[in-house]
């Protein structure tokens, strides 16, 4: 399985915690993922400041990918294609790089048949400049894949995957996905780490997938972590997942604990579909 370091909180307070990673763990968590191999890194527009970091590390040594969101009023510039042409280029000159690994549609679930149709050349164009290798989409709801017809340069989707979200695995997507040969990359695997927390809080006793949840992980005597990375190795159809870290040592557990082979049932009883729980825009 595929390891890509999430920089969504990078420089940046993220979560519902509000958590940032400093620059020198930073320079740390990157040093190492890369001595072991670990060469693939996850940002946006949103929040790549990091990149003030390239004196400390060189940036050519991973595959960076990033997302954009295109808003209604940015769409509807005039000069789009010049001015996304541009914004791209002064962000690879920022990390001092040539081209995105990927470039991802932030906002997918939001933009229309108009917006996507607008925007496929635009893509196309970035990739034909050499700006970026492949493009992607970036999901909420399942709902958006019936919109994936309007890009058919799509390369890869990322959606939210764990224990408790397991919408974008169903046989009917994966064949979908598999017939388009578009790689699906797995996102939120800790839904934010909150399946990592203590399930001993009030908040979580009174929910019952939680409740479901904390039970099965006593009676099977399994740790949090390893619960969700297992899961995410169980789903082959899976290609890579994001992992958002706040330390070294965290980077140095899930590497570890990645190794292990052992094959988990995983209960429907810890699954939902309430997006009140899997859905952090509207927590």
């Known amino acids: 399985m ?44 949103e929040y790549d400041k990091f990149y003030t970091l390239r ?4 940036f050519n040594k991973f595959l960076i990918s990033t997302k ?16 996304i042409v541009n914004s791209v280029q002064k962000k690879l000159r920022l990390f001092k790089i040539k081209k995105f690994e990927n470039l991802l549609i932030h906002n997918f679930d939001q933009l229309d048949r108009h917006d996507l149709k607008l925007l496929a050349p635009l893509l196309l164009i970035l990739k034909k ?16 894949i019936k919109k994936i017809k309007y890009l058919r340069s799509i390369n890869l989707i990322q959606a939210p995957i764990n224990l408790f979200d397991r919408r974008f ?4 997507i994966v064949n979908f996905l598999k017939k388009k040969r578009i790689k699906l990359q797995a996102r939120s695997i800790f839904l934010q780490g909150k399946l990592l927390d203590s399930f001993k809080k009030t908040s979580y006793k009174k929910n019952k997938i939680y409740a479901n ?21 169980s789903e082959s159809c899976i290609n890579s997942m994001v992992i958002g870290i706040n330390n ?23 699954q939902t579909f309430d997006k009140k729980i899997i859905d952090p825009r509207i927590w």
């Open 2 to 45: 595929k390891i890509i370091i999430g920089t969504a909180n990078f420089l940046r307070k993220y979560t519902y915690k509000n958590q940032a990673v400093s620059k020198s763990e930073i320079i740390k968590i990157l040093n190492f993922a890369k001595s072991n191999k670990i060469n693939s890194i996850d940002t946006a527009f």
């Open 213 to 233: 949840y904390n039970s099965w992980l006593s009676e099977k005597n399994r740790q949090p972590l390893k619960t969700c990375l297992d899961y995410i190795k």
């Open 129 to 144: 400049k050499k700006l970026i290798k492949n493009i992607g989409i970036s999901v909420y709801d399942t709902n958006a």
């Open 68 to 83: 954009i969101v295109f808003t209604k009023k940015l769409l509807g510039r005039k000069n789009l294609y010049k001015d």
């Open 169 to 172: 695995t169903t046989k009917k």
């Open 55 to 58: 004196k400390e590390i060189n």
């Open 248 to 270: 070294i040592y965290q980077l140095k557990e899930i590497i570890n604990l990645i190794k292990n082979k052992k094959k988990i049932q995983f209960p429907r009883k810890i």
